[in-house]
């Protein structure tokens, strides 16, 4: 494998064993497992899961949606509010596929009702802590305006409520990530119970992949949708929800200037390649990205105060130990674990796997 | 112009009255123009240069510097520390075209011995306080073991010594720019003397957008390199270099959904939209945009504490008065001023003018 400029490199092996785990997780537990393809954005990535009995994906935007319909998946959740903007490519989709849109608001049920020209799926999206979208679980009251909203449209199938504990990503112990998956749990189960007689087939989807990780209870929950597992990173290590070794990517970048004052080595390798993501470093410091070297043949992994510091456009700055610097040489390799390899797969738009084949993505915007 | 999704917007009269005034300013000052490519990375914003005369540019890699040596610019410095994995790419360029690259150290200079088959131009790469590559400039052996190495090959040619005071990005004031350009011209100009008996035809190269736009003391440089300037962004108003009305691009982004309960406001446009700088705001939390909505046909910049508040992969926040959460409706398309304007282009890919026009960028990584 020849690394010329900043590269995604993908373990295939890791990131099909990730695969692999979360969908007999998802079998033991007898749920759907209906995974966020927005992490990797790829057909071959997506052929991995289908290999494994996938049937179920979710989306983040209509065009990513049209990007995997039309390599078959046919049954799909397009997980953001829904745009209104974007009604006539949701209604291209809508002849061959099973559609799902998220809605937490009246508005836009209204604004469908002229537009739709075939049938839907439509999950209420339920804030349990995040704060991002959503209502909150004991909002009955707006909850009820959008399901009568819906029901004067037979075009529109209320199929239940999602949601997305987003706030299990700044959780600092898997012991605080299953206290908000319990706080969820028991939101979602109480909204499940008030509705279920008027919607005997209800369904309660959840979806992070701390939550996902780290805990077996998934009382009351039929569909499970996390995406970043795929490919772990170093947020999901922080929290506890994945080993070191559970990480599939890697950015290869080249070593293009060594600062011998500072113990600082300048990478080819940027915010453009990275994105700018960053946990903060045990110094309280910002860290952007763990480093691994390769020394006398052998892969070692620097401690966390040996990391990627700095990120500007196209430089990465990594500081180390004196030892640690004269192990590094001009033109040498180091691989750089990322922070949130959703964003940094994003901004490359391309992997390379360990075994050396190419994998493409799609650019959705 | 009909908005769907996330749109990168330029104002192509602000951003060619920005590129005027650059060009107006280097011909006062009787200095060389070599605009920094990487911020636009456009075939098109390309020739708005080229229709006023400019004929040198700067790039960030091998391969944007092939991107634009093809479109008829043929005298390119490659503003990174040279990555000696791309020789052959750079070889491929030395044909038909002038091209200098960056070095700070000797490695480099003996790898290109071997490697090199055309002619190129060498600048030397001093730090003076930004310290992320390139040598101080009082490191005379340093630099004197570089010229030693490159004296060697005749296919070398020293051009000079250049410098980046990305140090101007953070200051704090007009004022504290000044002091940084000056500090820089300082040392440069004590180089220039240092060299310029050994070196009689000698440049001196600085580039930072701060400077280039606030500062009128160029002594002793030859050429200026700012690429920031051709839209400028939040960072570049916080420091002083530009009004808000020099801004040339925002993003425009559909509202997705609203939240009462805290009067903030869903778009859709995210990280993978406006990538993750920000800047410190006024009550010391972080600033990912300024808000422009247009109420009764009126458009209004919001205060600095009605901002884009938090970015997730697709979604953004915007904290908003309860005043401005009235104004602001669903579906509407608010415009978003980024905070670092080369990283958003960077990963929209495209701008769309206010014209209408479709402008392609290149991906360069």
């Not at 999602?162 to 749990?185: C, K, M, P």
Request: with cysteine.
């Amino acid at each position: 494998m020849k690394i010329v400029r900043p590269t995604l490199v993908l373990n295939k092996t890791v990131c099909q064993q990730n695969i692999e785990l979360m969908v007999e997780k998802a079998k033991r537990h007898h749920l759907r497992f209906r995974p966020h393809f927005k992490t990797h954005q790829s057909l071959e990535i997506g052929h991995w899961f289908r290999n494994l009995g996938v049937k179920h994906i979710t989306v983040s935007s209509v065009s990513m949606a049209a990007f995997f319909a039309k390599d078959g998946w046919n049954d799909i959740t397009i997980a953001m509010p829904f745009n209104i903007h974007e009604t006539e490519g949701l209604n291209e989709l809508l002849t061959d596929n099973n559609i799902n849109i998220i809605v937490d608001n009246t508005l836009t049920i209204e604004h469908l009702k002229e537009k739709l020209t075939g049938e839907i799926g439509l999950f209420i999206k339920i804030s349990t802590g995040y704060n991002r979208s959503g209502i909150s679980s004991i909002s009955h009251n707006r909850i009820d305006s959008i399901l009568e909203a819906a029901e004067k449209n037979k075009k529109i199938s209320f199929k239940g409520f999602i949601t997305h504990s987003g706030h299990t990503y700044s959780a600092g112990s898997r012991n605080e990530v299953q206290n908000i998956q319990f706080d969820t749990l028991q939101k979602m189960d109480q909204l499940k119970k008030t509705y279920l007689k008027r919607y005997p087939n209800l369904e309660i989807s959840i979806g992070d992949t701390p939550s996902c990780s780290i805990t077996e209870n998934f009382r009351g929950v039929d569909e499970i949708r996390p995406g970043n597992f795929v490919f772990y990173d170093l947020v999901q290590h922080s929290i506890g929800a994945c080993n070191i070794d559970d990480i599939a990517v890697r950015m290869h970048c080249p070593v293009v200037s060594k600062q011998p004052a500072r113990n600082e080595i300048i990478v080819y390798g940027g915010a453009i390649h990275f994105s700018k993501d960053w946990l903060q470093n045990i110094d309280g410091k910002p860290l952007y990205g763990r480093i691994i070297i390769t020394h006398n043949n052998e892969r070692i992994l620097l401690g966390p105060l040996s990391c990627l510091i700095s990120l500007s456009q196209e430089h990465g700055i990594l500081k180390v130990t004196s030892k640690e610097f004269k192990q590094i040489n001009m033109g040498d390799i180091v691989e750089i674990i990322p922070v949130h390899s959703c964003l940094t797969a994003q901004s490359m738009g391309k992997y390379l796997t360990t075994k050396g084949e190419e994998i493409e993505m799609m650019k959705c915007y």
